[in-house]
């Protein structure tokens, strides 16, 4: 049974850092997308980050551009998700998502439909 286990949340104060794992039961190098979504109260699941298990295709919601990186250790199984100047903004329930089937389509990393497993999510809080 695939397992995508999400870590690395917190309550931190705007400015800080804070460094999501999420860990996989499979190898990483396997899946087709592999992605960051949020969701915060009230509001719609949002595409964070993206990136190919393979490496490449890196994706960000404009938000978060220049503030957050996606990357992945292939020999972990694992994908991280790196959060610099955090803002109460980013307060939400963050998700790790993987893809099986390899969608050219140019919209498909941003879709959350294109993901067939999901993390349970970790808690971000960002104090003003």
């Known amino acids: 049974q695939v397992q995508l286990t999400e870590s690395g949340g917190g309550l931190v104060q705007t400015g800080d850092s804070l460094r999501l794992s999420c860990a996989t039961s499979?190898?990483?190098?396997?899946?087709?997308?592999m992605a960051w979504f949020r969701q915060a109260p009230g509001k719609e699941r949002e595409f964070v980050a993206h990136i190919r298990g393979r490496g490449g295709d890196i994706a960000y919601v404009d938000s978060v551009k220049g503030r957050f990186t996606i990357s992945r250790d292939n020999a972990k199984n694992t994908v991280a998700l790196q959060m610099n100047s955090l803002k109460p903004e980013d307060t939400a329930v963050y998700y790790c998502?993987?893809?099986?089937?390899?969608?050219?389509?140019?919209?498909?990393?941003?879709?959350?439909?294109?993901?067939?497993?999901w993390g349970q999510g970790t808690q971000v809080t960002v104090s003003s």
């Open positions: 499979g190898r990483t190098s396997s899946w087709s997308h």
């Open positions: 998502a993987a893809a099986v089937i390899d969608y050219s389509d140019y919209g498909a990393p941003r879709d959350p439909l294109t993901y067939d497993y």
